[in-house]
């Protein structure tokens, strides 16, 4: 028996031998038929057209008019096939651009300069006047007339879709699209921190400062050489996005600026509680985590309130708060020269203060908490709260 299986296992061992020779080793495909005669191959996709510069004049975008296949330039027509998109923008600082108080504020503080309605109402079609001529500085008075192309519902859509995405009658995308129903030019431009810098960049040659700085702090900072854009953060992409075809966007257009993502915001107190009536000393540390640029930024007639205070079980204070003003105060008038220290955060910045808290000693002991809270101050004085944090704190 052993004799007769002698042979096929001396034939087997070179077999397997070869086997562990060849695997991993790719062969070479089976050749591949000619197409059959009734078989036409697939043409190729045409390449899509460039976008131009998008703001080669500047402020406001010169007259628009309708590409083929877009109904109107209001966002309202835009929903129809990027509804998703439509209504993060709707809900945005972008849509609120010309409505919102804290512009109103700014604009009744410079006079109500056209400048300001430039990227507040960034089309020449949303203008209800048009500047011929500037005089008495910057922000100062301006020679205007009418506008006969005022469109007075785009005007009230602030940055509207058309503002960054229609130009010489073509829809802007970031990529292709050949599935529109309009033409789409391509701009590499819509996703770099120089598009943004349009408007949120505002400086003139013999100002002190600029009144916005935004683009400029980004640019001082670490995340250009990281290759971080604007959009990376204000504008992620959308996961589990509904689309229409090929052509709805992906990013959100909502513009994100959660005050919770950019601030690290860190205490140290002894432990053991707080005992009424008595004072409780601990650190504050404030770290720049989370936002490309100063914190805050954008306009200086707006500021951040830090605030530290004990409260009770019920919520409420049980003294008055320690407070640290985060602004880059200015002059009430034009050129708006600085007049104290900016003390925002830098971008990346860690800043520790010492604070110190004296409940009452009739407060409600119990379990409370420490509450670190971030508060921005408007133009008036008003306050709005933009993030709590709370730690367990024993009252005693």
Not at 354 to 383: H, V
Request: charged content about 20%; some cysteine; aromatic content about 6%.
């Amino acid at each position: 028996m052993y004799a007769r299986l002698l042979p096929l296992l001396l034939l087997a061992l070179p077999l397997a031998f070869a086997a562990r020779k060849n695997k991993g080793q790719q062969t070479a495909p089976p050749p591949v038929a000619d197409p059959s005669p009734d078989e036409t191959p697939a043409e190729a996709e045409p390449k899509a057209a460039k976008a131009p510069k998008l703001f080669p004049e500047g402020l406001p975008v010169a007259h628009q008019a309708l590409p083929p296949g877009v109904a109107s330039l209001s966002a309202q027509s835009c929903n129809g096939c990027h509804y998703e998109i439509h209504d993060s923008w709707a809900d945005s600082a972008h849509a609120d651009a010309l409505g919102n108080e804290a512009f109103q504020a700014a604009m009744a503080a410079t006079g109500n300069s056209p400048l300001c309605t430039s990227c507040h109402t960034p089309l020449v079609n949303q203008q209800p006047a048009l500047v011929r001529e500037y005089s008495g500085g910057p922000l100062g008075s301006a020679l205007v007339e009418p506008n006969e192309s005022w469109d007075a519902s785009l005007s009230a859509e602030g940055v509207t879709c058309a503002a960054c995405h229609v130009r010489g009658e073509t829809v802007v995308g970031s990529r292709p699209a050949s599935g529109a129903p309009h033409p789409v030019a391509v701009s590499e431009e819509l996703g770099s921190s120089e598009f943004c810098a349009s408007c949120h960049q505002l400086d003139w040659e013999g100002a002190e400062a600029p009144l916005y700085d935004t683009y400029g702090e980004w640019s001082r900072s670490p995340y250009p050489a990281a290759g971080v854009q604007c959009q990376d953060c204000h504008m992620p992409p959308r996961s589990g996005l509904i689309t229409a075809g090929d052509f709805a966007a992906h990013r959100d257009h909502g513009v994100t600026a959660d005050p919770a993502r950019a601030v690290t915001m860190l205490a140290d107190i002894p432990p053991g509680g707080l005992t009424r009536g008595e004072t409780l000393t601990g650190t504050l540390t404030l770290m720049n985590t989370g936002a490309g640029h100063s914190f805050p930024t954008g306009s200086p007639f707006t500021l951040v309130v830090v605030q530290v205070v004990a409260v009770d079980a019920e919520g409420q204070d049980t003294g008055e708060p320690f407070e640290l003003r985060l602004e880059r105060p200015i002059a009430a008038e034009p050129p708006f020269a600085p007049t104290g220290p900016d003390t925002r955060l830098k971008a990346g910045e860690t800043r520790a203060v010492e604070f110190s808290l004296s409940p009452e000693q009739k407060a409600e002991g119990g379990q409370g908490a420490l509450e670190i809270r971030l508060l921005e101050e408007g133009p008036q004085g008003d306050r709005t709260l933009l993030h709590t944090q709370r730690i367990p704190l024993a009252m005693h």
